[in-house]
């Protein structure tokens, strides 16, 4: 899966921009990016959304234990890779359908986190059991969510295209021809949204994360790291 957003929807993340800097390689446009998607992938669907978002997807060569899935609803649109081993329980909890699918529940959480906020964002996320990583855009409000599973079992890489743009998809492959060095894996059990303005570990979000400059012998140009939390000692 790939999603491609202009830098009016996301800003260029520091830690990537410097890791391209220090190494500089090759890049590509983003709609060069997409091509190549789609060119190499003989079932993939693209879309354009306005101005300044493109997404991507292929059934193609996908596992059986963590298949793709897409759908729009109310002009949110998600990318959603994986499967959720409490979606039953979490589908009574949205007031959602038997046949509903982990994409169309994500868009209910993220539905229900924009317009009601019960709880926290963290803790909504922290609520998905299982293996995914999934990308959500709000086209309403110009907003993008995203997000992966604490163990980093559906890998999803981050980087910055030639003109400017932030693409997320699960193959690095793929993003080291459109994003040079500036390139990351997006790190697990964290997210991030537009709306807050970076990225929060979901177990932990007052933990900061910072980014680990990579040697010119990697393929990614930098690794995000989620810093452990002070132990405290006991007073006596």
């Given at each position: 899966?790939?999603?491609?957003?202009?830098?009016?929807?996301?800003?260029?993340?520091?830690?990537?921009?410097?890791?391209?800097?220090?190494?500089?390689?090759?890049?590509?446009?983003?709609?060069?990016?997409?091509?190549?998607?789609?060119?190499?992938?003989?079932?993939?669907?693209?879309?354009?959304?306005?101005?300044?978002?493109?997404?991507?997807?292929?059934?193609?060569?996908?596992?059986?234990?963590?298949?793709?899935?897409?759908?729009?609803?109310?002009?949110?649109?998600?990318?959603?890779?994986?499967?959720?081993?409490?979606?039953?329980?979490?589908?009574?909890?949205?007031?959602?359908?038997?046949?509903?699918n982990e994409?169309?529940?994500?868009i209910?959480?993220?539905?229900?986190?924009?317009?009601?906020?019960?709880?926290?964002?963290?803790?909504?996320?922290?609520?998905?059991?299982?293996?995914?990583?999934?990308?959500?855009?709000?086209?309403?409000?110009?907003?993008?969510?995203?997000?992966?599973?604490?163990?980093?079992?559906?890998?999803?890489?981050?980087?910055?295209?030639?003109?400017g743009?932030?693409?997320?998809?699960?193959?690095?492959?793929?993003?080291?021809?459109?994003?040079?060095?500036?390139?990351?894996?997006?790190?697990?059990?964290?997210?991030?949204?537009?709306?807050i303005?970076?990225?929060?570990?979901?177990?932990?979000?007052?933990?900061?994360?910072?980014?680990?400059?990579?040697t010119?012998?990697?393929?990614?140009?930098?690794?995000?790291?989620?810093?452990?939390?002070?132990?405290?000692?006991?007073?006596?």
């Amino acid at each position: 899966m790939l999603g491609v957003f202009s830098s009016s929807i996301v800003s260029l993340p520091e830690e990537l921009v410097a890791a391209g800097s220090r190494t500089p390689s090759p890049k590509t446009s983003a709609k060069s990016l997409v091509n190549r998607f789609v060119g190499s992938n003989a079932s993939a669907v693209s879309m354009q959304i306005g101005d300044d978002v493109q997404l991507a997807y292929t059934h193609q060569n996908e596992s059986i234990t963590r298949p793709r899935s897409f759908a729009v609803k109310d002009e949110i649109f998600c990318l959603f890779e994986g499967a959720l081993d409490n979606l039953g329980s979490l589908k009574q909890q949205y007031g959602l359908s038997k046949s509903a699918n982990e994409v169309i529940l994500v868009i209910e959480a993220y539905k229900a986190l924009r317009d009601r906020a019960p709880y926290p964002v963290n803790q909504v996320v922290g609520h998905l059991i299982g293996n995914f990583a999934f990308v959500v855009f709000d086209k309403s409000t110009s907003t993008l969510f995203v997000a992966t599973d604490q163990h980093g079992k559906v890998p999803l890489y981050w980087g910055i295209t030639a003109d400017g743009c932030v693409a997320f998809a699960n193959d690095a492959d793929l993003l080291k021809v459109g994003c040079g060095k500036s390139l990351a894996s997006f790190p697990q059990g964290c997210f991030y949204s537009t709306a807050i303005g970076e990225l929060r570990c979901y177990e932990n979000p007052k933990n900061k994360i910072t980014a680990v400059p990579a040697t010119e012998e990697e393929i990614l140009g930098a690794k995000y790291m989620v810093e452990a939390s002070p132990i405290l000692s006991a007073t006596q």
